[in-house]
């Protein structure tokens, strides 16, 4: 049996950003630090699982580079307590300030934020979006990093193409489509909570029947959208004060794989 944790939207910030646009009280980013706590303490002690993974966002951006960086840093040295392998995505808060990925793939011990793994019998795809400066950093960064970069997507095709395994699909933005209907972020742009090219995609996926699931993060809600055969389940944000009741939803999910199918479990860290 594989057993994998993911979980996603930490939004770590050790203070609240007063000038980057977020509506701050739907995410308690007070509570980031021991939500976190709590869950590597669960998944060394208690879980102890073959792999962890994170869908990106891993803070709340101050969209100020230097201090954005400096959170990083800070919060990925946390993540370094995690006793599996863990990797991450990376997503449009922690890319929003930045000049290039480049910078987040040098703290994260990553030669490409596009890349996989193979996990007791799983193909693990962990697919990053680059940053596009000839877009804005409005709306929490996302029109400048909401796109799969050409070559990605070239590599990906590649990559699932010579593999053999049965195979997990990781990434920030939302694959399927979703019209966000009652959505608290993106039901006036549903736009914004997808990838820019989630089509291109979706083509290489229809007809890879080595394809158990696609996971993302970034909604900051949880819920199973089916096209093509394919799951797609959408994880929603650690912090997300998700009923306004001042409690963050510390959501993440225990996947187990006997080799036939995917059981996948939703949980909640309550502190």
């Not at 979980?7 to 007063?18: T, V």
């Not at 669960?42 to 966002?57: F, M, R």
Request: proline letters at 4%; aromatic letters at 8%; a negative charge.
């Amino acid at each position: 049996m594989t057993k994998i944790i993911i979980f996603s939207d930490l939004h770590y910030a050790p203070e609240k950003p007063i000038h980057n646009g977020s509506t701050i009280d739907r995410k308690l980013m007070e509570q980031a630090e021991p939500i976190l706590d709590t869950l590597i303490d669960k998944i060394n002690n208690q879980i102890k699982p073959d792999l962890v993974i994170n869908l990106g966002d891993l803070i709340e951006d101050f969209n100020d580079h230097d201090k954005d960086l400096m959170n990083l840093n800070y919060i990925w040295n946390k993540l370094k307590n995690i006793e599996s392998p863990f990797y991450s995505c990376i997503g449009n808060h922690d890319l929003r300030s930045m000049s290039s990925r480049n910078e987040i793939e040098k703290i994260m011990n990553y030669k490409h934020s596009t890349f996989s793994v193979n996990i007791k019998g799983i193909h693990i795809v962990i697919l990053g979006t680059y940053v596009n400066n000839e877009l804005d950093a409005s709306d929490g960064g996302i029109p400048k990093t909401q796109f799969v970069s050409d070559e990605d997507i070239k590599w990906l095709e590649n990559d699932l193409n010579k593999n053999e395994l049965p195979t997990i699909i990781c990434t920030h933005y939302g694959i399927a489509e979703d019209d966000m209907k009652h959505n608290w972020w993106f039901e006036t742009n549903p736009e914004h909570a997808l990838l820019g090219n989630r089509k291109k995609l979706k083509n290489i996926f229809k007809n890879n029947k080595k394809i158990l699931a696609v996971f993302s993060g970034h909604q900051h809600w949880t819920k199973t959208i089916i096209e093509n055969e394919i799951p797609y389940y959408i994880i929603g944000s650690l912090t997300e004060n998700i009923n306004d009741d001042g409690i963050p939803d510390g959501v993440y999910f225990i996947l187990e794989f006997d080799g036939i199918q995917l059981k996948i479990t939703e949980k909640h860290i309550r502190l």
